[in-house]
């Protein structure tokens, strides 16, 4: 059983930072795949910034390249989410996505635990 517990999330004006944790309860943590994916009021959830923990690649989806960093702290069990230079645009509820192995993409479909979300606004 994997437990994913989100935390960080705010209100933000334009261009300001956030930094989202989301802090893992796993039986094992030697491969998987984590991602950060979000969903805005009446739009479909969709991938932000991935993990694989084989070879401690990532991914970014081409809107948040640049301004969005994803690590992994392994001394706390977490994966953060540094967000930069944020846009009205980023606003959206931020779940954090788990899956066990390596044979995956980041996208929702592939992901096999949820957490329950933390929301993001970004306004003036």
């Known amino acids: 059983q994997v437990q994913l517990v989100e935390s960080g999330g705010g209100l933000v004006q334009p261009g300001g930072s956030l930094r989202l944790s989301c802090a893992i309860s796993?039986?094992?943590?030697?491969?998987?795949?984590i991602g950060w994916f979000r969903q805005a009021p009446g739009k479909e959830r969709e991938a932000v910034s991935c993990?694989?923990?084989?070879?401690?690649?990532?991914y970014y989806a081409d809107s948040v390249k640049g301004r969005f960093t994803i690590s992994r702290d392994n001394s706390k069990n977490t994966v953060n989410l540094q967000m930069s230079s944020l846009k009205p645009e980023d606003t959206a509820v931020y779940y954090c996505g788990f899956r066990y192995g390596n044979s995956w993409t980041c996208s929702v479909v592939d992901m096999e635990y949820w957490g329950k979300g933390t929301p993001v606004t970004v306004s003036s």
């Open positions: 993990y694989r923990s084989s070879d401690d690649s990532t």
């Open positions: 796993a039986f094992s943590l030697d491969y998987f795949g």
